[in-house]
């Protein structure tokens, strides 16, 4: 009789985003009284940046043609050419010595920190951001690292780091030493961007610990403050203790395109063992990389002009950003984040449950928005509101939010 992985039966209700479409398509089944904006999943709307779009076609010629028709690549860590325009562009000209073969491209920062689980023992003690990404915990309650689920919410074998107003959205050090710890910064969803101070901490303290920090930069391309480092390599002593993931997804629109890397400096050893030996076999066991069609696309996105057209649409969803963070300032909503991120983190008011204020949204404005409850018990009191949407639509939500309060 075959047995199933009942770590996954632990896992209350579904995936946070599914849960949101369900209601959003009951909703939709009663006919609403106006057009449906969403503002909350993380999608983008702009297309992809002409330079991009020429680079995809020229890549798909030549999978046309017999000369110059690509297979299987070498190994699924990806082509030499992007990982050194990555390499060049993302690393050294910071500063940072990042070499080629330290990086690996994958299909999705998502999927990376969650498979990264796998080159570590099961018996290691997780810390997560609280509220979180939902991924760093469902992945791991998979695994069954996670322990069980306490009445209010919790894992009992995670490290929780509450991130609020208090301690501006950063974790403070915790009293339990955990083996692994998710940093996400910028950070989804509360939009907070670390200092180099702040991750200073914890670099030192994992290093102390032989703790491996797991850094998701996916959104450091939003970073607009000299100050916030795009990096946790950036931080003297990274190297020994950080594991980074980035993506092409909010950066340049390839969402449905799917590109990302991770990257394990050579430096980075436990038990001495290399981690990224180990990344790198557990990859060409279970992956077989990224399209070559995708991955000259995403070489694209360094390119001058790519890099200028990238930096268009950035800017565009920053300035969306800020139209949803001043409508609800004068709304006397408090709104953080949306300054070095595309999240905009909203108090509820009067201390309504983060859930009533999304079914309120949706049924009286339909607009889409994220519960911050869906992202863990310090989410509570919170909905996050993305950036990403057309402009138009996004003055027309935040009219539309702002003449309910």
Known sequence: MVKVNENFLKLPGGYLFPEISRRVKAFLETNPPMPLIRLGIGDVTQPLAPAVIEAMHKATDEMSRKE?????????????????????????ARGVDISPDEINISDGAKSDC???????????????????????????????????????????????????????????????????????????????????????????????????????SAYEAFITDENIPHSIFEIPGAETCAIEFRSFSKTAGFTGTRCAYTVIPKALERGGVSLLSLWQRRQNTKFNGVAYVVQR???????????????????????????????FAKAGLTA??????????????????????????????????????????????????????????????????????
């Open 336 to 405: 953080y984040g949306g300054v070095n991120a595309p999240y905009i983190w909203v108090k509820t008011p009067g201390g309504m449950p983060s859930w009533d204020f999304f079914d309120l949204l949706l049924k009286k404005a339909c607009v889409v928005t994220t519960p911050g409850a869906g992202f863990g018990p310090s989410g509570e009191g919170f909905i996050r509101v993305t950036a990403f949407g057309d402009v138009d639509a996004t003055r027309e939500a935040v009219e539309r939010i702002t003449s309910l309060l």
């Open 297 to 327: 696309a995403a070489e694209a996105v360094y390119s001058e002009e790519g890099r200028r057209q990238v930096k268009e649409t950035i800017d565009y969803y920053l300035n969306n950003a800020k139209i949803i963070r001043e409508g």
């Open 68 to 92: 110059t028709f690509r297979g299987y690549s070498d190994d699924s860590s990806g082509y030499d050419f992007l990982k050194e325009a990555i390499s060049r562009y993302d690393y050294k």
């Open 114 to 216: 969650g498979n990264i689980g796998d080159i570590f023992s099961v018996d290691n003690v997780v810390a997560v951001c609280d509220p979180v990404y939902p991924v760093y915990v469902d992945t791991n309650a998979m695994a069954g690292r996670a322990g069980e689920v306490m009445p209010d919410g919790r894992w009992s074998n995670l490290v929780y780091l509450p991130c609020t107003e208090e301690n501006g959205f950063f974790p403070d050090l915790p009293e339990r030493v955990p083996d692994l710890i998710y940093i996400c910064s910028p950070n989804n969803p509360t939009g907070a961007a670390a200092t180099k101070e702040q991750l200073k901490v914890w670099v030192d303290y994992a290093n102390k610990h032989g703790s491996v920090i797991l850094y998701d």
